[in-house]
């Protein structure tokens, strides 16, 4: 099993930066894919930003510019650094990730949500 708990969410003005942070806790063989996901009030939970074991990124248009997905210095650990916030990217922001465990299984986990909010 995995744990995910994210950090770094709170209230910021527009323009200004956050940094999220999610730590992976538990037993798996390697995690694959790491994502950042936010869900605002009355919308579904869309795709932020993805980075795979190798790196690769890929980002939502909204914030393509503006959102860095980063691995941290752990293999458990990874960011979202968020620039020249707006108010329409107040939401919860959840961490997620793919990881393949020792049985073999590839779940997906989520972690808890933290709440970014930006005001104009």
């Known amino acids: 099993q995995v744990r995910l708990v994210e950090s770094g969410g709170g209230l910021v003005q527009a323009g200004g930066s956050l940094r999220l942070s999610c730590a992976a806790s538990?037993?798996?063989?390697?995690?694959?894919?790491m994502d950042w996901y936010r869900q605002a009030p009355g919308k579904q939970r869309e795709l932020v930003a993805t980075?795979?074991?190798?790196?690769?990124?890929n980002y939502a248009d909204s914030v393509k510019g503006r959102f860095a997905i980063s691995a941290g210095n752990t293999k458990n650990t990874w960011h979202l650094h968020m620039n020249s916030l707006k108010p329409e990217d107040t939401a919860v922001y959840f961490c997620?990730?793919?990881?393949?465990?020792?049985?073999?299984?590839?779940?997906?986990?989520w972690g808890q949500g933290t709440q970014v909010t930006v005001s104009s």
């Open positions: 997620r990730c793919t990881a393949t465990l020792y049985d073999y299984q590839r779940p997906i986990y």
């Open positions: 538990g037993n798996w063989v390697s995690i694959n894919t």
């Open positions: 980075i795979s074991s190798g790196g690769i990124t």
